[in-house]
């Protein structure tokens, strides 16, 4: 499904020729009836000479409704500039023309309306050279100048099979796994609920997908699919489509929006751009400037960060720079996507800005080369470096998210990572083969990664000298790692793992002596009472908390309840002993083991719940037996 959108100044018959073609006049709105003037976008369908039905969309030309137009043509496989044969090249015919090569629209068509207001060849001819002159420079400079008369149906025929040529050396959208699709009309059916309109791009989408809205994040299922008015039950990339949702009410949209699968992409507030500037502004563009920012079918006011100038003159053709635009309402955009920069006031179209990195981490220096060399490797780069640099900015991340940043397809992605994998510069952090979801990392992130790890755990072993080690939980708390992350880096990074805690290879607990001296004399009381041994609080007092907890984490003592801790031989001598007695009786009890132990009924009872607990014994009544 290919989709075609109209451009140029008002009043030179866009909505009259879409009317002409498709039987359906796009001015759907009592006030644009009125006026006779095309206001809000409009949208038609037609089937072409070779078979091939496409979409249309009309949108304003009046400078008024720049905003309206920016929010249709953004998705658009091939255009139609639209000139009035008595009038010519007008304002509006450049700013649209400007947009459209600044949007790279990779295929066109110029139409030569109302030539039955000016039917002198002479006349004809000289609009003809103003137009190429005005074309000369831009994607459309090579456009078939096509003339037409709306009204009386001339030329209409040549135009349709003119379309059907372009469309054939266009190639088809992508599918990347991962549809957006920019909303840019929202309303309710009656009997349907709510339906929201756009082009879908980058992946296609099924009647029962759950999907998010962004920027919002707001979820909803997918009810029910068209295009071009017909029911669906997948809607290709390419293709205006319509989508009933369930779980949204009208109110919890807007134009601007963009529906997405959950997970595929993220807002940002925040994006590293190179920009292309028209060649006649009406003022230079500083440093900080207020600009809007227009993206399909959203718009948002930024303010504009310039990295290698502090102003960039006006007069200088396709003049570029790098820059950050710090967004005041974000954006759900990705690498490659192209932006509109207009200034709010005076209203003007300033250029157009390539999205480099959708993510940035933090805002520029500026002026810093090698912040610039970094950036231009972003934008130059082949599917490796581009993929090195996602995954850079990323630190460990599974290439599905590293491409996603990107902007790469599964397709590139996966020989992408195997070019890294064999220079070195990137790691799996699994041994399976190379898919999706493994979880990869660059050498040098992994590198600081490691680094860290050995920091956390260098100061946390001189802040605690008495503990086996930091626990698991903690490190990966202090690392700000997800699960699946933390388990399958810790696989890499040899750490020494004991119980739940982990430390350095190599690293042992050493008592100082008079930490020695203290151990040894708590020990001695243990020794001379072993099954009437002091608690854990007459520890703690004694050899302080940082040394009984070493004594209990090297095993010399052993806990068997929250108040009770014997020396682990003496705990090892009288479990054996309750074996003894329950091999040779069949079952006892509490009295009787206090009385084999020479103990108290306390101790005797701590021991038998922790052997209940353990699953040695299990308790009938007053009596234990072996489990």
């Known amino acids: 499904m290919r989709v075609i959108g109209t451009a140029g100044h008002v009043d030179h018959g866009k909505s009259t020729l879409i009317a002409a073609l498709t039987g359906t006049h796009p001015d759907r709105l009592k006030e644009e009836q009125a006026r006779e003037m095309t206001i809000e976008l409009g949208f038609g369908w037609l089937t072409l000479p070779n078979g091939e039905e ?33 009038e010519g090249v007008m304002p509006q015919t450049r700013e649209h023309l400007a947009i459209l090569d600044l949007l790279q629209i990779p295929n066109g068509l110029v139409v030569l309306t109302k030539t039955d207001l000016a039917e002198d060849p002479e006349w004809q001819s000289l609009v003809q050279a103003d137009i190429r002159e005005a074309l000369r420079g831009t994607t459309l400079q090579n456009a078939p100048i096509l003339p037409v008369s709306a009204r009386t149906g001339a030329g209409l025929p040549n135009l349709l099979q003119a379309l059907a040529a372009a469309l054939q050396n266009t190639p088809p959208r992508p599918n990347l796994s991962r549809p957006r699709l920019p909303i840019d009309r929202v309303f309710s059916m009656p009997g349907f609920g709510t339906v929201v309109t756009g082009t879908l791009s980058d992946g296609a989408l099924r009647v029962g997908d759950e999907v998010e809205i962004l920027p919002a994040g707001k979820k909803a299922r997918v009810r029910g ?20 949702l ?38 230079p563009l500083k ?50 996507d192209r932006l509109i920069l207009r200034r709010p006031s005076p209203s003007e179209t300033l250029g157009a800005a390539w999205v480099v990195n959708p993510h940035p981490a933090k805002r520029h220096r500026r002026f810093d ?28 991340v599974s290439l599905r998210e590293a491409a996603t940043k990107a902007n790469l397809p599964a397709e590139a992605a996966l020989p992408a990572l195997k070019t890294l994998l064999d220079a070195g510069s990137v790691l799996s952090l699994e041994s399976a083969p190379p898919h999706l979801d493994a979880l990869i990392v660059t050498q040098a992130s992994w590198a600081t990664l490691q680094e860290t790890v050995h920091s956390i755990l260098q100061s946390y072993h001189a802040q605690y000298p008495l503990r086996r080690g930091m626990p698991r939980e903690e490190l990966k708390s202090r690392l700000k790692l997800s699960t699946r992350v933390f388990q399958m880096a810790l696989k890499r990074l040899a750490l020494q793992e004991n119980a739940a805690a982990l430390a350095l290879p190599g690293y042992e607990v050493r008592f100082t002596p008079a930490q020695r001296a203290r151990a040894d004399a708590l020990l001695k009381k243990f020794a001379a009472s072993p099954a009437a041994p002091p608690s854990p609080k007459e520890c703690q007092a004694e050899a302080g908390e940082d040394l009984y907890a070493a004594l209990l984490e090297q095993g010399e003592l052993y806990p068997v309840s929250l108040d009770v801790v014997f020396l682990r031989k003496d705990y090892e001598k009288m479990t054996q002993t309750i074996r003894q007695m329950l091999a ?33 014994t299990l308790r009938e009544g007053d009596f234990r037996r072996l489990k």
């Open 225 to 244: 699919l068209q295009t071009h008015k017909r029911k669906e039950e997948t809607a290709q990339p390419g293709s205006r489509t319509a989508v009933n």
């Open 584 to 616: 040779a009786q069949g079952r006892i009890t509490a009295a009787e083991v206090r009385d084999a132990l020479g103990t108290t009924r306390k101790y005797a009872l701590a021991l038998l719940e922790h052997l209940d607990t353990l699953g040695v």
């Open 246 to 283: 369930t779980g949204l009410a009208v109110e919890d949209l807007r134009r601007g929006d963009l529906l997405t699968l959950p997970g595929q992409y993220s807002p940002s507030r925040r994006l590293d751009v190179r920009l292309r500037l028209l060649p006649d502004l009406s003022a």
């Open 287 to 336: 440093h900080g400037a207020q600009v809007k920012v227009f993206w399909g079918a959203a718009e948002s006011l930024a303010t504009l960060r310039l990295l290698e100038v502090e102003a960039q003159p006006a007069g200088q053709p396709g003049a570029e720079t790098w820059a950050q635009l710090e967004l005041h309402e974000p954006l759900a955009v990705t690498r490659a």
């Open 54 to 86: 496409v979409g249309i969309i009309d949108v304003p030309g009046h400078r008024d409704f720049i905003g309206n137009m920016l929010a249709g043509i953004g998705g658009i496989d091939a255009a139609l500039l639209v000139i009035a044969a008595d």
């Open 369 to 396: 080369a090698p912040t610039l060399a970094a950036l231009q490797a972003r934008m130059q780069g082949d599917p490796a470096e581009v993929l090195f640099l996602a995954a850079s900015s990323l630190g460990v």
